[in-house]
């Protein structure tokens, strides 16, 4: 009856040992989809941002030396608009939509100006 209870503290203890081993495991593939969820979703937050900046690069590159198309603006506008960052600024969306309106030659007229 002793050796009962002896082997069956040590088999207890062993149990605990062994589930004390495998927890940090079975945590971490728990957690592993939603990790992987956030570096996806904070990856595509740096490239969206990165898209922006790019864009806003592109046409004050453009406007410097006059040569901002309608066809540009086509392309640059929308990802500007969608961008909802903190980098977001209303006014130069708005001063682009208005210089979107402008004919072509008048825009380049406006640029070579400044």
């Known amino acids: 009856m002793e050796y ?3 082997l069956e503290t040590v088999l207890t203890i062993l149990l605990g040992w062994l589930l004390g081993l495998l927890t940090p495991g079975i945590a971490e593939r728990i957690r592993r989809p939603y990790r992987r969820r956030e570096l996806i ?3 595509v937050d740096e490239m969206l941002s990165l898209q922006h ?3 806003i690069v592109a046409y004050q590159m453009r406007a410097m030396r006059a040569e901002v ?3 540009f603006l086509d392309g640059v506008l929308p990802i500007i608009e969608a961008y909802a960052g903190p980098d977001r600024n209303e ?8 210089s979107r309106r402008l004919p072509q030659g008048q ?3 406006a640029q070579q100006a400044q």
Not at 91 to 98: A, D, N, V
């Open 53 to 55: 900046t790019m864009a």
């Open 91 to 98: 006014s130069f969306i708005k001063g682009l939509r208005e």
């Open 107 to 109: 825009r380049a007229a």
């Open 4 to 6: 009962l209870k002896q």
């Open 41 to 43: 979703w904070a990856v």
């Open 69 to 71: 198309s309608d066809s």
